[in-house]
């Protein structure tokens, strides 16, 4: 007990002999090579506007219409094709119950429906497009990468059989009732019909070739390889359509009845969905020199050099403890009802693994990718802490990689899981379109906070 008293009284006195100033004990009791410092340096960033390469497209969004921005005066053009999927355990009455015309079984008629997940435009302006059934020797094969400049027009059936049908189309459909179309179950769709021989072609080869309807990919090889839809005139609507079914009506006999039956099939994630787009009237936007655009859909990317060299410029040996680039946005100047919405969300990647990134279906890693939303707050897209992507260029600067210092910018979703992890990324494909300062004649400027000991020269 007395030792122990005697160990208190020791550290009570020494406690009390403390500097009552604790501020810079740290700094203080460290040797003074080992003290850091901190510094901050701006430095320049040049950007310019860059034509959207083709990319690898993994989405079930499907995109029809011709938009003019009002603010630019470029235009967009979106069309896309469907394959159809079989649904489970969807199988037709026994022959012998459906109805037939001189023995053979028949269809009453085939509709296309193009259900509206949302629209960019004017609601009730008409649009003019076609139809045209794709070739089944001739399938988009599964398991390749599809790109946003596929040619549709080399999968169009050029058989005389093969359907072919025009017709225009408003997002208000004022051929439906209003106390249907205002009803909380209805879905705003395209509705086309298609002949009634289409269908029955179908029908019959389901009897006569059962093993056509044993999956998709028999069926779509041997019985419905898909739809073409492409704009033929009208400017001013661009719908995004979620789903598109195919319902063939017949009638079959069943304990004396008559009924009519529905054989349907659909555009899901299963099969092929991909769209092809048309943009005109850039030029004037990719040749200024004191701003730089982002245009979707894949119409137009904004580069951007890092000027890692003059970075690393006597801080060969610091540490970048932060690197932040802030991309203003001027606001559109634009006074129209349909001024394009502005990309919620932009990605940073590298210039030279820009294409590898979409084709291997890659998430933000934040060491050489990054994601940056808009804030509305300050107008602008702020890249907080891009350091590990200056160090890696950095390592990179006597490599054969021309691009070794550029990075692009364009629009995406991402999907999160429950805690907030980004688990999948995609090129956004939606109408958007945002002016950005910069441009070659216009620096934008990344703010580098460097960190060193002491002894370090």
Known sequence: MLLSAAVALIACIFLTSCDDETGTLGINTMPSSDQSRTSQSVFDVLTQSVAADSLAAFTSDCYLGRVSDPETNSTTTCNFIAQFALLEDDELPDRSAMYKEDGQVVADSVVLNLYIKSYYGDSVNSMKIGVYELDSANVIPEGRNIYTNIDPEDYISTSPNAVKKETSFAVVDFDVADTVRFASSYSKNIRISLPAEYGTRILRLYYEHPEYFRNSYEFIR????GFYF????G?????????????????????????????????????IQCNYFENRNLQPLLEA?????IKSPVAIFTEATLPVESIMLDHEKDSINSAKLVLPRY????????????????????????????????????RTSFTADFAATNNSYTFTNIAPLIAQMNKDRNSSDPDWNKVVLLPVKTSVNSSGRV???????????????????????????YSSFSDRK
Not at 289 to 293: C, H, I, L, R, V
Not at 424 to 438: E, N, P, T
């Open 222 to 225: 041997h019985v419905m390889p």
């Open 230 to 233: 492409k704009v033929l005139g």
């Open 235 to 271: 400017n001013g609507t661009m719908v995004d359509i979620d789903i598109t079914t195919l319902n063939i009506f017949f009638k079959f006999n069943a304990e004396g009845n008559t009924y009519v039956g529905i054989k349907r099939v659909a555009s899901t994630s299963e099969v």
């Open 289 to 293: 020199e004191n701003y730089t655009f």
């Open 331 to 366: 606001n559109s100047g634009s006074t129209s009802t349909y001024a394009l919405p502005t990309p919620a969300k932009l990605l940073m990647v590298r210039k030279s693994e820009l294409h590898r990134f979409f084709e291997m279906r890659k998430v933000p890693d934040n």
């Open 423 to 449: 688990i999948a990324l995609d090129i956004d494909l939606s109408m958007a379109s945002v002016k950005l300062m910069g441009g070659p004649d216009n620096p934008l400027g990344i703010t580098i906070i």
